[in-house]
Structures are given as C-alpha cells and as structure tokens.
C-alpha cells in the first residue's frame, strides 16, 4: 500500500514541526502545504519537497490533513476538510468554542471521517509509563507555565490548560469532573481583551479524587510538570525531559519498649523511558485512522472531555464576573 500523502495548513511555528515529522516518516508523504502567506508556505513546502496552495480547495490527490493554523481559523478549515472527506488531525483545541467542536465532531461522525485532535502530551513517553503505573489516584497536581507569547490570541485556558485536564481526566477513567471551580487572572496588557494570562482550576471527581491544573502564561521559565498522588505511592512527571520518578515512603524500624523511635525511609523508582518524539507517536496514530486499523469512533469521543472541562471552567470565569458586577 501507497503512503498516504498528506496536506499540512499552517506553515507557522507548530506546522513547520509537523511538516519534519511527517517528511520524514516512512508511512506518509508530505504532498502539499497550505498558507495563505506565499513567501512562508513555499519556504516551508520546497524545504520538505512539497507544493504549496493559498487554501484548502485544492486537496485533490491528497488523502489526509493536518490542521496546524491558528486556532481562530480551525472551525472553517475543518469544516471544508470534512466536506471534503479527508481525514484530519487538528491542534489543539478542535476549536476555541465547545459548541464549535461539538459540531465539527457531529460532522465528522456524520460524514464518517476520521478526526483526531492534536493533544500531544497524551503521546507523551512519560505520561504514558505513568499512566501505566497508577493504580488509584487520590490527587493530582499539575503545572503549566510558560513566558508570554504574543501570537497566541487565545487565553490560557485553550492553548495550555485543555493538555492537562486531558491528563487529568485521562487518569481518573476519561471522567468529567463533578465539580469543578476557577481562579483566573489577567495581567499582560498584550493581551486581547478578555483573554486570561493565568487559570488555576480545582476538580472532583466521583470517587472523591482531586485534581488542581495550574496555567500560566506570564512565567520566566517552561514548566510543565504533573504529580500523582496514590495512598501509599506519589508519581511524578517531568513532561519536558520525559522522566518519571516514583516515591514510597516506609518505616524501618519502629520504636520499642521505651527505646529509640523509628526510622523511615523513602524507597524511589525510576522507570526507564523509552519512545520516540511524541509528535512522531502522535502522526503514527494518526496514519493508523487513515488507514482504518484505529477507533475512529473511540478518537471521537476522547476529544470531549478536555473541551468540556475547559468549558465548564471558563463558564465558572463568566460567572464569577457577572456576579461580581452585580454586587459593585
């Protein structure tokens, strides 16, 4: 069977990420790269031998697409794709609205075209040693936090928070939370209005466990960090070196008629981390809708939870500001 040639639309920083990962895969071929902006989407398509086109009317003799153009424009390039019939994978979020992604999903099931959202850190090699090792979270921790970036023209919440409630829900069985509520803090005069720069969101779920999700976009360092905490066992990720260190706290020796106290220790595992770059086991999933070897339907349906969180929080947000206005 013939790789699976490919259209990318978004020849910027992201897209340029994926354009080397998918020329450089053996299961597919980057065939076309899309952008409105000449000068970039040739530079990007003549460096990975492919062409370039203004927009996504001319997908003919392409089998699939990638969707890495700014978020405001994912909702009509993936509505156009679709129509089209071509499987898609689109960055995160679908689209920066949940009725927006409730809808490309009902058109994608409608026209029985594979979907698949770029949720990268679930390909993540140390989350997904992780996520084999935990039994029974009680608690999770997890931090976000990047300097400012003024192209990204959505708040927080869309661009940073929606990777770990993903995690996060992933870990307590795909769930929603069953209450939920939001800080939220806006800070840098670059931003557009409305656009939060930080969003700390506390969650329960059923069974009683907790997550707290910490996103940031006024930090001086990359942080990216997810901590799990079992009954007797506490996990930690680091999601940029892609390491995963497990702590047991144990008692030695325990005191005894009158003598000296106990003594603890703190037993550590550090599983060994093997896989390839996760956009790389990202696009392999991907190629495997494609090629009807995947869920479709299974995809589908994990792209929900993220979205509603991060829904459900930035509701929380409106809220709490019409109730402060109300009460000024």
Not at 58 to 71: F, I, K, M, Q
Request: glycine content about 8%; proline content about 5%; charged content about 25%.
């Amino acid at each position: 069977m013939a790789a699976p040639k490919l259209a990318l639309v978004g020849a910027g920083s992201m897209g340029q990420n994926h354009a080397r990962v998918i020329a450089a895969s053996p299961r597919a071929e980057l065939a076309l790269v899309v952008d409105p902006h000449e000068q970039t989407g040739r530079a990007v398509a003549e460096r990975f031998g492919a062409r370039w086109a203004p927009d996504t009317d001319g997908l003919a003799g392409v089998d699939a697409v990638v969707v890495a153009a700014s978020t405001e424009y994912h909702y009509d390039i993936a509505k156009n794709v679709i129509e089209a019939g071509r499987p898609l994978l689109v960055e995160k979020p679908v689209c920066p609205s949940l009725e927006q992604t409730e809808e490309i999903l009902a058109a994608s099931l409608a026209a029985d075209v594979p979907l698949m959202c770029g949720l990268l850190e679930r390909y993540n090699a140390a989350v997904m040693v992780a996520l084999s090792m935990v039994e029974q979270p009680h608690l999770i921790r997890a931090e976000r936090h990047s300097p400012y970036a003024p192209r990204i023209k959505t708040g927080v919440a869309w661009d940073l928070l929606v990777h770990d409630v993903d995690l996060v829900s992933r870990f307590f069985g795909n769930a929603d939370p069953r209450s939920l509520s939001v800080e939220v803090g806006h800070f840098s005069p670059q931003s557009a209005p409305g656009a939060e720069d930080v969003i700390e969101t506390s969650m329960r779920f059923d069974g009683g466990g907790i997550a707290t999700v910490s996103a940031s976009r006024i930090g001086q360092r990359k942080v990216r960090t997810l901590v799990i905490q079992e009954l007797d066992r506490m996990i930690e990720v680091d999601l940029l070196r892609r390491g995963v260190t497990a702590y047991r706290h144990t008692t030695i020796e325990e005191a005894r008629d009158g003598g000296p106290g106990f003594r603890q220790a703190t037993e550590m595992e550090v599983p060994e981390i093997v896989g390839a770059e996760p956009l790389v086991t990202q696009l392999n999933r991907f190629l495997d809708l494609v090629e009807g070897t995947a869920d479709a339907e299974e995809e589908r349906r994990s792209i929900l939870p993220s979205h509603r969180i991060v829904s459900r929080a930035l509701q929380a947000k409106a809220d709490a500001a019409t109730e402060a206005a109300l009460q000024a």
